[in-house]
């Protein structure tokens, strides 16, 4: 999977203090380093080098410095560019690539895998905004894609260029910025067959106006980025022609224990600290955390044990959820109990989300994973085993 990592607290904006800053505003030094750090070839209206977005997304292993002689006001001369998403560097060069071709990209993958993470920073980089966004559900209309009308300035004076109400995309065309449409096949089929004239054609006509208020053009730069479910994929199928107008990115899980037990610590003390709060988890606790999402979510464990999968996606989101909820527990009420003997009932109410019978089956991973562990003497496993007892509700 790819996982998103490096989350901070909220910053204070416009109107007030945020619960969560999006990446143009969180990473904005970086962002200003990266654009004076590498000054090559840039597509037309981005603002950073394809080199630059990478690097941004991935972050970088140490320290940059700014090219000799180059000096900006407010600008560091060197710094590290924070990790921001956990996953493959060569498949972020491919949604780069996608992108700097004027491609529609659209990101797939089960629930959890960061898809929307990796869409705001992509968008923050290329255009310096990832605002530009339209969140597919069954009521999405096509005006919500296309355009709608102030209908006050319709009655008033007409059909005009100043009553028309850009919807997002409509926005990213006239300013060749990026767009993004969220759990696209959730949309209905004909409201995402909107878009197809759209990445085609790069403009979208306004009948009701003349002249050349009829159409609005897309501007050098503009490009979509939409996401879609995995397990969403029956909603509304996407229609062959949709389909041939984009190029499909798929986003695995995290593959590597280490790397995903960091981001969950990392995701989990962001949210404790947000609250001020410290994060008291202990690193063994997330270590049983993490790898009992794993377990679950693949259907083996590392030993090679088959373990029946509940139909809930067990993500990298949801352990961060359920590890930010242990040090939230232990912050707010410090009666000295085990932050461990928590962990069965915040896996229970995961697994339940689906299916109410997904908890008989996580009553089976403890009796077959977690005994067979607490068996070979590990203690922090025969602990969990000794847990059993509160599944049983």
């Not at 209905?188 to 002249?211: K, N």
């Not at 359920?322 to 009420?333: K, Q």
Request: overall charge negative; charged content about 25%.
């Amino acid at each position: 999977m790819v996982g998103a990592s490096g989350a901070g607290a909220g910053g204070a904006g416009a109107g007030g203090p945020r619960q969560v800053d999006p990446p143009e505003h969180k990473f904005a030094a970086e962002l200003e380093f990266l654009a004076a750090y590498d000054d090559g070839a840039r597509p037309p209206g981005w603002r950073l080098t394809p080199r630059a977005v990478v690097t941004f997304v991935v972050g970088s292993e140490r320290p940059l410095s700014l090219p000799q002689g180059v000096q900006r006001e407010g600008i560091p001369q060197r710094m590290t560019i924070s990790e921001k998403f956990v996953g493959e560097r060569a498949l972020v060069e491919r949604c780069v690539v996608t992108l700097a071709g004027e491609r529609g990209l659209l990101l797939v993958g089960e629930p959890g895998t960061a898809k929307s993470m990796l869409s705001e920073l992509l968008s923050a980089a290329v255009c310096g905004t990832s605002g530009l966004v339209v969140q597919g559900t069954a009521g999405t209309t096509e005006d919500q894609l296309r355009y709608g009308w102030n209908y006050a300035a319709l009655l008033a004076q007409g059909p005009s260029r100043a009553a028309l109400v850009p919807s997002p995309v409509m926005s990213a065309m006239s300013s060749g910025a990026v767009a993004r449409v969220e759990e696209v096949t959730r949309c209905l089929p004909e409201v995402q067959d909107s878009l197809v004239s759209i990445l085609s054609d790069r403009r979208i006509a306004v009948p009701e106006l003349t002249g050349e208020d009829s159409a609005v053009h897309a501007a050098p730069g503009f490009c979509l980025i939409a996401t879609a479910n995995l397990r969403d994929r029956g909603v509304s199928e996407m229609s062959a022609a949709l389909k041939r107008r984009f190029n499909f990115e798929q986003v695995q899980p995290i593959a590597d224990i280490e790397l995903e037990t960091a981001l969950v610590r990392r995701q989990a003390a962001a949210v404790l600290e947000r609250v001020q709060a410290p994060f008291t988890v202990d690193d063994a606790v997330l270590e049983v955390l993490v790898t009992a999402f794993r377990d679950l979510r693949t259907g083996s464990t590392v030993e090679g044990w088959e373990v029946e999968r509940p139909s809930t996606v067990m993500s990298t989101a949801e352990a961060v959820s359920v590890a930010a909820a242990l040090g939230l527990a232990s912050a707010y009420f410090p009666t000295g109990r085990d932050v461990l003997s928590l962990l069965p009932g915040h896996l229970l109410g995961v697994v339940r989300k689906d299916d109410p019978a997904d908890a008989a089956r996580l009553l089976g991973y403890w009796d077959g994973a977690v005994r067979r562990r607490a068996e070979r003497g590990g203690r922090l496993w025969r602990q969990v085993w000794e847990l059993r007892g509160r599944l049983e509700v």
